[in-house]
């Protein structure tokens, strides 16, 4: 199989070709957990002076909420990376996923304000209602998916650095919304390209009499480099405002 073939019949642009610990990492999503990461500290940093101890609990929360427990309960749900990996170890990893987010959501209410375990709820909720498709999927949607991946993410995070949402972290919010929006656009046409299409064939023809040829690789090219582009981006943005804030 040509190398354009075997690209194009990966399930994301990150993924590695499956089977052990390869199944793992691509289970995580390398590129889109550390874009939503990035919205953590772009949250934090709308306070006046970023705590730096709250921020790596709240990165840590969020790690094993999304990046480790919604993944697996996905996987598990309809194998939409289509792993090898055992229903019961991602059952496994969605409920210790979920059990140190909680735990370290816990200590935050402690040592914070007790109004940080209505986030918890929340992000709980969305979560679950999200990957299980709860309600008929209706919270499974574009605009679904930018609340809880994109605004909540942010404005968690400013709440739980001092108590409050300052309105920067409106704004932040509100952009953190919108880019999560157009990843779940770009990433629908990519997934659909590159996990139910089996064969395309065509051309397009220039205004200038010129032909080229249309496949898989030149469809789903576009949306793969757009998001790979702002997979690094985003974590740029918000490491350089951390160290502003740092410095």
């Known amino acids: ?58 990165l840590l929360a969020f790690f094993l909420a999304v990046g480790i427990a919604a993944h697996a309960m996905d996987e598990w749900q309809d194998r939409p990376l289509r792993t090898a990996i055992p229903s019961g170890h991602l059952l496994a990893l969605t409920v210790l996923g979920l059990a140190g987010a909680l735990a370290l959501g816990a200590l935050g209410i402690v040592q914070g304000s007790p109004l940080l375990g209505l986030f918890m709820l929340a992000g ?21 998916f930018a609340l809880a991946w994109g605004a909540y993410p942010v404005i968690t995070a ?14 932040v919010g509100a952009a953190a919304f919108a880019l999560s929006l157009t990843q779940r656009r770009l990433s629908a046409r990519a997934r659909l390209l590159r996990r139910r299409v089996v064969q395309l064939e065509g051309q397009v023809t220039l205004d200038d009499g010129r032909t080229l040829p249309v496949d898989l690789r030149w469809l789903h090219s576009a949306p793969d480099s757009a998001l790979q582009l702002l997979a690094v981006a985003v974590p740029l943005l918000a490491g350089g405002l951390l160290a502003v804030q740092a410095g």
């Open 1 to 58: 199989m040509r190398a354009e073939a075997r690209a194009a019949r990966r399930v994301a642009f990150y993924a590695l070709p499956g089977g052990g610990w390869r199944d793992y990492w691509t289970l995580l999503h390398p590129p889109y957990t550390t874009w939503h990461l990035a919205y953590v500290v772009l949250g934090a940093v709308t306070v006046t002076q970023v705590d730096m101890l709250r921020l790596a609990a709240t």
């Open 158 to 171: 400013a709440f739980a650095q001092g108590g409050t949402v300052p309105w920067p972290a409106l704004l």
């Open 124 to 144: 709980v909720a969305m979560l679950l209602a999200y990957n299980l498709e709860w309600f008929g999927g209706r919270f499974h949607t574009d605009v679904g």
